[in-house]
């Protein structure tokens, strides 16, 4: 599984963060470097810095927009030290852990970790399934990139393969755990009856259009049935979502007369 890990770094400034992130990933068992518009790369400090992991280096891929270095990822997670203005789903680095040990096993997840200086802008936070943050001293929250990819991959080789010795399983338990600060979504969750008006709307409006035939619809309508009450929606994303669909329905040619 840990094969399926990949590592993007993106906007890196310093040559020798890269470096110390190839490192701490070889330590792990982790292999996958991305690189996404490096401003010095390569760079003798970064293969300095590698100390003994130069094979990471030298399969690393380069790129210079962060879709190529998505491009087949499956679960996409962004370094986050702070709340943006619109709440995301957060993980601690432990619940990270225990998510991809949760998982199928053929999935191709990718960590963001950010600029040296401001991290991940919010659009690139927004193509993210997940946020993680690092619980740290509130008093300084500071953290060095590679020390970061350290300590994720640390986490996800422990969830993954476990502790070898075996004495550790009970340090990980709930009463040991740094609680991240609570999450205050920003609108509340979409009621039963919201999320079902929703859905008949949809349909209705797939139908008009053509998409499905209301007397032969196939798996359609269950499979999306299925990814709406999946992703949870709010109130607000009810009301854009109906919105929008609305707007779609206007610009429909009017139903055919019947005979």
């Not at 199928?104 to 950010?114: H, Q």
């Not at 990980?172 to 009621?191: N, T």
């Not at 709406?228 to 009017?254: M, W, Y």
Request: overall charge negative; some cysteine; charged content about 20%.
């Amino acid at each position: 599984m840990l094969e399926h890990i990949r590592i993007v770094m993106v906007g890196t400034t310093h040559p020798g963060n890269i470096g110390a992130a190839a490192r701490a990933m070889n330590t792990m068992g982790l292999s996958d470097l991305r690189l996404v518009a490096p401003l010095h790369y390569p760079h003798a400090e970064a293969s300095s810095r590698a100390s003994g992991s130069a094979h990471i280096l030298m399969q690393a891929q380069v790129s210079d927009s962060l879709d190529e270095a998505l491009a087949d990822a499956t679960l996409v997670v962004g370094t986050s030290a702070r709340q943006r203005r619109i709440p995301w789903p957060c993980l601690s680095p432990r619940q990270l852990g225990a998510r991809v040990a949760e998982g199928s096993g053929s999935e191709k997840i990718a960590i963001l970790f950010g600029r040296e200086d401001r991290g991940l802008t919010n659009d690139e936070l927004h193509r993210c399934h997940y946020h993680v943050a690092i619980p740290t001293n509130p008093d300084y929250g500071v953290l060095n990139v590679a020390a970061a990819v350290q300590l994720l991959s640390y986490e996800l080789r422990l969830a993954l393969l476990g502790d070898a010795e075996g004495d550790l399983a009970p340090l990980r338990d709930s009463a040991h755990r740094m609680p991240l600060p609570e999450l205050e979504w920003d609108s509340p969750r979409a009621g039963a009856a919201e999320v079902e008006q929703f859905i008949g709307h949809f349909e209705r409006a797939i139908s008009a259009a053509g998409f499905i035939d209301p007397a032969a619809p196939g798996h359609v309508m269950t499979r999306m049935r299925r990814l709406f009450q999946r992703a949870h929606p709010d109130q607000v994303e009810i009301n854009i979502l109906r919105g929008i669909l609305t707007q779609f329905e206007q610009h429909l040619p009017p139903p055919a007369p019947q005979d």
